[in-house]
């Protein structure tokens, strides 16, 4: 394999990129959950299916304590715990995940928000009332022992209730609740969002930035910066300017993390650029991930696995993890270089962020900052241009820092800049469509593919992601163009109805979806099982793009999908602000052709 041919030539660069090996930090500072011999032991273990279940546990005494009882049984065994041992002392010591933690149900539920009530397709609006239904399901509320004894968890303390995605995934994450939010606010739940939104500035009150979840050992990892557009789906909701007054600065300084810790200078063609990436310094296996990081970073020399490390959790703040799009030189894990690649996404979304802190900081009073934040957005735009475009193939594309190249594989972050408005030319459009027909997008049955790469990874093909639908399709649907709005109508269909169709199977909705088979089924690929995602941020389909009470796009025609549900086009309406959002498609079901 390409990948292990160049093993020790990837371990010399990497070493040379980091520098002094060792000198890293854990990813927190628990000498239980982040680092230390009881991680290590337990974790190689594998006392668990999932590593992720042992970070997950509390503790049931002080740390203290339980480093000292290990300490002293490892000096009575002579160093040597069998598993047995390991897994005694773990029983002793610990408590089952997510006992820190109560259901809750949000207090802004209700039985029959207008969207349910708007869809006249029977077995849609039931489908639909199943996913609204999940909200009472997935609401947590983290218990007052996690703030009297913090050292005893691995769980971040929040103030306010929030929904977790569900599966494994039983805390907060930060790029999950964009969507989360999103489809709270299509059930008519905007205090529920308000927590949520209020613990998120809490963290970057406290960290500097939103830790990618809410563990400990997420720390100094982030993931996809999506907070002020939050902050923007929340104010069209409720235009609670009080609200934005108060966290403006909280706002501006969660960006000014990404400013100062995730960029990058690029000199092309005698001017300079600043553009943003994924980039983690922090040592050690992820913590979650312990044994999997450990055997791979096996295969490298020891000087370079550090630098791995460091490269996996770059990735892991991406969203991405993994994909081959962090891959240089082959399809394979141990040649992942996150850092050494400038992400369309990433861009994309600091773009639009930037654009709404302008809005923003004008609505406030505060010209001189609305300007500051204008003048970021059109440098990024240049550099954008500059670095990302590529003219004869018609879409953006990631930029690789090692080689000064594009990276010309399909991803449908490339066509991100579309979805965050973050283009000038308005036949960037006719160019993207044409760039999806050149690589047979369109063409695909049950969705849009993650890539056209077939890694083993799970964010590669065969499968297709939510989130990535709303990229592609809300970015062509938020154009003028009739023939990008068809596009998008057709995608969204094709997601709709695999969404539907394995519900009615497995009635459950899924994390990721296979689409290279005929029927469309759960994916697969990566380091865990394919989770069900319980809340409509997975399917999105109930919450985003599929049925609705206030429709961005009016009735035009209905057209039959392949398993016969009927849902209905759309054409631009004239609809106020506070009803569509800036960016927001919606597609109603039919009760009968018309």
Not at 122 to 137: E, G, M, P, S, Y
Request: net charge neutral.
């Amino acid at each position: 394999m390409q990948g292990i041919n160049r093993l020790f030539q990837l371990g010399l660069l990497l070493g040379l990129e980091l520098g002094l090996e060792g000198a890293l930090p854990p990813p927190c500072d628990s000498q239980i959950y982040c680092t230390g011999e009881l991680l290590r032991q337990v974790q190689m273990a594998k006392l668990y299916e999932d590593d992720k279940h042992f970070v997950d546990m509390p503790l049931t005494k002080a740390p203290d304590q339980v480093l000292k009882a290990f300490d002293e049984l490892q000096k009575s065994s002579g160093g040597n715990l069998s598993r047995d041992q390991l897994k005694t002392f773990v029983s002793e010591h610990f408590t089952d995940p997510g006992q820190e933690m109560q259901t809750w149900i949000p207090e802004d539920w209700k039985d029959s928000p207008k969207f349910l009530q708007n869809i006249s397709d029977t077995r849609l609006r039931a489908w639909a009332a199943d996913l609204h239904n999940l909200w009472k399901k997935l609401g947590r509320k983290i218990k007052p022992e996690v703030l009297k004894q913090p050292d005893q968890y691995s769980l971040i303390y929040s103030a306010h209730p929030f929904i977790v995605p569900g599966g494994r995934f039983i805390e907060f994450y930060y790029w999950d609740s964009y969507w989360v939010m999103e489809g709270l606010l299509l059930s008519e739940m905007s205090k529920t969002v308000k927590g949520m939104l209020q613990n998120f500035l809490d963290m970057v009150k406290h960290y500097g930035h939103i830790p990618n979840g809410g563990r400990v050992y997420y720390q100094q990892r982030s993931q996809p910066p999506l907070l002020t557009l939050m902050m923007d789906r929340y104010l069209k909701y409720t235009n609670d300017l009080d609200f934005l007054r108060e966290n403006i600065n909280i706002l501006d300084q969660e960006l000014n993390f990404w400013r100062h810790n995730r960029s990058v200078s690029i000199s092309h063609n005698k001017k300079n650029y600043t553009l943003n990436r994924y980039h983690v310094p922090y040592g050690g296996p992820r913590p979650e991930s312990y044994s999997k990081d450990a055997e791979l970073a096996e295969l490298l020399p020891m000087g370079a696995r550090e630098s791995l490390w460091t490269e996996l959790k770059g990735g892991a703040e991406s969203g991405w993890d993994f994909s081959s799009r962090w891959f240089i030189g082959s399809n394979y894990l141990l040649d992942i270089k996150t850092s050494q690649i400038v992400p369309v996404d990433l861009n994309a979304i600091l773009c639009q962020a930037e654009n709404l802190m302008s809005t923003f900081y004008s609505q406030l009073g505060n010209l001189q900052m609305s300007e500051n934040y204008l003048r970021e957005q059109t440098q990024r735009k240049e550099a954008m241009k500059a670095l990302l475009w590529n003219e004869t193939l018609g879409s953006w594309f990631d930029y690789n820092l090692e080689n000064g190249q594009q990276n010309h594989a399909f991803y449908p972050s490339n066509l991100s800049p579309l979805w965050a408005g973050c283009f000038s030319d308005l036949d960037t459009v006719k160019k993207n469509i044409k760039y999806l027909e050149d690589n047979k997008i369109l063409a695909y049955k049950h969705g849009v593919p993650t890539s056209l790469q077939i890694s083993g990874q799970q964010w590669d093909f065969p499968n297709a992601w939510a989130p990535l639908q709303d990229l592609v399709v809300k970015g062509l649907a938020e154009s003028a163009s009739a023939q990008a709005q068809e596009a998008a109508f057709q995608l969204a269909q094709k997601w709709i109805q695999t969404n539907f169709d394995v519900y009615q199977k497995n009635k459950a909705m899924y994390e990721k979806y296979d689409i290279s088979t005929d029927s469309g089924e759960p994916g697969g690929g990566g380091e865990y099982r394919v989770q069900v995602r319980g809340q409509p941020l997975r399917g999105r389909v109930c919450a985003r793009v599929a049925v609705t009470g206030q429709p961005a796009f009016h009735l035009t025609r209905c057209v039959p999908s392949p398993g016969g549900l009927r849902l209905d086009q759309w054409r631009r309406p004239a609809v106020p602000d506070s009803l569509r959002g800036p960016a927001d498609l919606r597609v109603r079901a039919c009760a009968a052709p018309h």
